[in-house]
């Protein structure tokens, strides 16, 4: 059974950055990515990275965040910069089989793709203080 743990998370002002860690063993051959969940909305797709490394971003996180991989140390990261109040919520780490959504891809695909997920973590607190 593969599991995946998040770290990195905590609480930082506005404009500031963080860097989550997910730390699991999926299959080499799947994509994984960050979502995030804030109280009373929505799931939302943040960042995913494929097997080949290509990379793809929700609208909302686009030219602010970056995701990445360390594939020796089974880690992947994502790093946020300009840290909104918006930007807050619990960030979860996620691996399956499915191909990536493209940048700019509505927010259904970003669902559909969460659904073929079939490795979730419990996810990180972030929260942003204005």
């Known amino acids: 059974q593969v599991q995946l743990v998040e770290s990195g998370g905590g609480s930082v002002q506005a404009g500031g950055s963080l860097r989550l860690s997910c730390t699991g063993n999926?299959?080499?051959?799947?994509?994984m990515g960050w979502f995030r969940q804030a109280p009373g909305k929505e799931r939302e797709g943040v960042a995913a990275i494929d097997s080949g490394g290509a990379t793809s971003y929700g609208n909302s996180v686009k030219d602010r965040f970056t995701i990445s991989k360390d594939n020796a140390k089974k880690i992947l990261y994502l790093l946020m910069n300009n840290l909104k109040p918006e930007d807050a919520g619990r960030y979860i780490c996620a691996a399956g089989p499915s191909a990536i959504p493209s940048n700019g891809a509505p927010n259904g695909r970003w669902s559909w793709w969460s659904n073929g997920m079939e490795y979730w973590g419990k996810g990180t607190l972030v929260n942003i203080s204005s």
């Open positions: 999926p299959e080499s051959s799947y994509s």
